[in-house]
């Protein structure tokens, strides 16, 4: 890989660590002042939803400016959005502004890939930052839960700091002051990426300009017979996988009466699994190939209505291991589909921006699904059947979507297909 590739990785790294430890942190911060259920559980979409709102800009942006420096900018915000969680604003409101930090950061983060390494490399770029982001998911969680645990927040709040009153009073928000430091070490890592010597792309002075050219791109993306069906695929599995955080907390409390530090621990469980399927995908599968991992979205969908008949951590563990790599495995080689096609089409800024939209999207819709079910009273066990009949039904849908594809634009596919193949030879030279 080439100089700066590890740089990238180590403020990927501590960014999502911080982000995966200030989710569980923020639903303990909501449980512990007495708040609903469905609010915890909106806070997925809250998260989500600058995603979807800023989604013409984002790429944008990304493009007119060094990716390092954007990436710095966006994990200032996060910072942001914890202090204002500390200083008394509703949480949902400052998750809300950590996902504008988020948003802002992920075209930068997979759009560097493109401009840094040829096509023949990029599944296993994939690999590397989606198994890395899922370690960090992983330590991530288990790291939240710790902190608001007794054990660990006990220790943090018997820190006195002579002559001043922090108004650090409870666990969950030791825990979120800790986690500053670790978005600040993130944001220095940023500072040391080198420059990928691409040419930037001027931002227009009327920023209402990028919204019909967002939407062409997002069109052009739709339209594109290879870019369609990844793209689709894409949204379902982060969708899955964005809320299946929130909901193996809510699965664990209803079916083994876990606490939000014992739950946080099989939320880890699923993220291992991912982590494994991601690195067995990056090296077994080659862009070629992407499309014959989707009939697993399907098996992905029964597995997540199958939750509801375990009772047992000791099967919970292994079984939450399968699904999560079943997502990790598939989502590697159609990540990389998608970039290459979204690079060839538009640039690489404003195709993640692009994925990022319609995946965000989806974890905004199922998010509000599961949290509007909540909110009507349904208990973990329904709610976690209609999301998992809408996953399987919609993966088969899709499936049946890129079948019909390829009988009736059999050589356009097959053309497609041609040039990822001949891309990644190419590369390999």
Known sequence: MKRGFYTIMSAQFFSSLADNALFVAAVELLKSSGAAEWQRAALVPMFALFYVVLAPFVGAFADARPKGQVMFVSNAIKVVGCLLMLFG?????????????????????YGILTELLPASQLVKANGWIEGLTIASIILGILLGGQLVGH???????????????????????????????????????????????????????????????????????????????????????????????????????????????????????????????????????????????????????????????????????????MLGAIAG????????????RGHNLMGAGRSI????????????????FYSLSAGM??????????????VAGVMWVINRWHRKNCIEFREEVEHL?????????HGAK
């Open 89 to 109: 604003t509703h949480p949902l409101m400052a998750y809300a502004v950590v996902g504008l930090g988020a948003a802002a950061y992920s075209p930068a983060k």
């Open 151 to 321: 054990m660990v927040a006990s220790r943090l709040l018997s820190f006195d700091f002579p002559m001043i009153d922090t108004g650090i009073d409870t666990p969950p928000e030791a825990a979120i002051l800790l986690l500053i430091f670790i978005y600040a070490l993130a944001a220095w890592f940023n500072t040391r990426i080198p420059h990928t010597g691409v040419e930037m792309r001027k931002m227009p002075s009327n920023l209402l300009e990028l919204v019909p050219d967002f939407w062409t791109c997002n069109s052009r993306l739709w339209r594109d017979k290879l870019g369609q069906i990844s793209l689709a695929t894409t949204t379902l599995i982060w969708g899955v996988s964005g809320n299946l955080r929130y909901i193996i907390l809510a699965w664990s409390a209803a079916a083994l009466s876990y606490s939000t530090t014992q739950a946080s621990s099989l939320s880890g469980v699923v993220a291992l699994g991912t982590a494994v399927g991601a690195a067995v995908a990056s090296m077994r599968m080659r862009l070629d190939m992407a499309t014959s991992v989707m009939p697993l979205g399907i098996v992905m969908g029964v597995l997540v209505i199958m939750m509801n008949f375990i009772g047992n951590v000791w099967v919970a563990a292994p079984f939450l291991i």
């Open 377 to 390: 009273g349904l208990s973990a066990f329904s709610a976690i059947t209609g999301f998992g009949l809408i």
């Open 329 to 340: 495995f598939m989502v590697v080689p159609m990540n990389a589909l998608l970039q290459h």
């Open 417 to 425: 297909l041609e040039i990822a193949r001949h891309d990644t030879a």
């Open 353 to 368: 921006a692009v994925q990022n939209f319609n995946e965000q999207a989806c974890i905004l819709g199922l998010g509000a």
